[in-house]
T-cell receptor, first 118, second 109 residues
Framework: GAVVSQHPSWVICKSGTSVKIECRSL??????MFWYRQFPKQSLMLMAT?????????EQGVEKDKFLINHASLTLSTLTVTSAHPEDSSFYIC??????????????FGPGTRLTVT | EDKVVQSPLSLVVHEGDTVTLNCSYE??????LLWYKQEKKAPTFLFML??SGIEKKSGRLSSILDKKELFSILNITATQTGDSAVYLC?????????WGAGTKLIIKP
């Protein structure tokens, strides 16, 4: 149980284009979903927290107009990287929790999406 | 400021050895401490600890939390090459997880 999928696994796009990454909880309802970014050999950096049906809460320093998050249903959240640039190349990971706001409980991670912007 | 510190940063041992990974924290509104294993992709959940002194076990892995001294340890006995990974510790507060930098564990055959 508690399976989270992400699509796509790997995407290469040209600079200036937008890329959408999907995160789905397959066998549970995810009240809260989290989006992380991870640089090589570094720990996870939380970008934003989203609750179904409401606006995402972004961490300090994360541009909300650049990283658009939509959590339209209890099983799907999307992250859109708008006008991507090479510095946006990274490993993006989502996680989902059945508990509101995570509340310190376990989060189940998707497999991650590697974004390369050329 | 909330923080989670893991030690050591990196560890190389031989197959069959026992290892202990450390995680100390200073977090307001502590709710839980979680251990994850990360290989090439996203982290996989290992344990969630909320109470002091109660050991959680899963096969060769075990973990315990000390809420008075604000730390947790993750033990791996009879290590195997498949245990090579980055082990991440995270502390849950009211609204988020605060992550440690991880311990990179390498098991040599």
């Amino acid at each position: 149980g508690a399976v989270v999928s992400q699509h796509p696994s790997w995407v290469i796009c040209k600079s200036g284009t937008s890329v959408k990454i999907e995160c789905r909880s397959l066998d549970f309802q995810a009240t809260t979903m989290f989006w992380y970014r991870q640089f090589p050999k570094q720990s996870l950096m939380l970008m934003a927290t989203s609750n179904e049906g409401s606006k995402a809460t972004y961490e300090q320093g994360v541009e909300k107009d650049k990283f658009l998050i939509n959590h339209a249903s209890l099983t799907l959240s999307t992250l859109t990287v708008t006008s991507a640039h090479p510095e946006d190349s990274s490993f993006y990971i989502c996680s989902a929790s059945p508990i509101p706001q995570g509340n310190g409980g376990e989060q189940y991670f998707g497999p991650g999406t590697r974004l390369t912007v050329t | 400021e909330d923080k989670v510190v893991q030690s050591p940063l990196s560890l190389v041992v031989h197959e069959g050895d026992t290892v202990t990974l450390n995680c100390s924290y200073e977090v307001t509104n502590f709710r839980s401490l979680l251990w994850y294993k990360q290989e090439k992709k996203a982290p996989t959940f290992l344990f969630m600890l909320t109470s002091s002194g109660i050991e959680k076990k899963s096969g060769r892995l075990s973990s315990i939390l000390d809420k008075k001294e604000l730390f947790s340890i993750l033990n791996i006995t009879a290590t195997q090459t498949g245990d090579s990974a980055v082990y991440l510790c995270a502390v849950g507060s009211n609204y988020q997880l605060i992550w440690g930098a991880g311990t990179k564990l390498i098991i040599k055959p």
